[in-house]
């Protein structure tokens, strides 16, 4: 049961344009999504996050849109440089009031993006 | 820097052979978590450590254990290795307390089996 889904495998960018990478999930108890970004030969690097009680947050060129209705977000980068060319992964937690809370993440499958110069 | 280290970045072993992974973080977070990335796939969760308590998920196999001997330092032992058990290993941390706490990665371990 795959909580978590990033239908788009790849995406293919010219540099400068606008970069979309999309994330679905299922499970209505997820309150906290993350983005993080891969580079081969290299552990996840933290992008950005949002709580379930915005609908969105920017960071520099990176905003993250959460849809609770539609069980969505989408994150977007503009411009898009070639050194964005990395696999992204999209990650949900269920988190709590605080205390022991301690976020399990449920990760996609990942959207390897490409920014062509 | 403050940062998660993962040793060694690759590993060979040999099938069945007991091999140890490494994990040493200076961030002084409480929480560290293993997992498990096979090509193509996303990291699964095998446990993880909330100080000393211990978590293991429900389908992580008895093949794998865990050893946190103090807030620093988290091993990941791998019994017996079988052809299946390749993958990249990635450590992570957390400082859990917040309502929401984000992970943080180490560079991961690449396992080989022969």
Known sequence: DQQVKQNSPSLSVQEGRISILNCDYTNSMFDYFLWYKKYPAEGPTFLISISSIKDKNEDGRFTVFLNKSAKHLSLHIVPSQPGDSAVYFCAASVGGAGGTSYGKLTFGQGTILTVHP | ?114
């Open chain 2, 1 to 114: 820097d403050a940062m998660v280290i993962q040793n060694p970045r690759y590993q060979v072993t040999q099938f069945g052979k007991p091999v140890t992974l490494s994990c040493s973080q200076t961030l002084n977070h409480n929480v560290m978590y293993w997992y498990q990335q096979k090509s193509s796939q996303a990291p699964k969760l095998l446990f993880h450590y909330y100080d000393k308590d211990f978590n293991n998920e429900a389908d992580t196999p008895d093949n794998f254990q865990s050893r946190r001997p103090n807030t620093s330092f988290c091993f990941l032992d791998i019994r017996s290795p079988g052809l299946g058990d390749a993958a990249m290993y990635l450590c992570a941390t957390s400082s859990a307390g917040g309502i929401q706490e984000t992970q943080y990665f180490g560079p991961g371990t690449r396992l080989l089996v022969l």
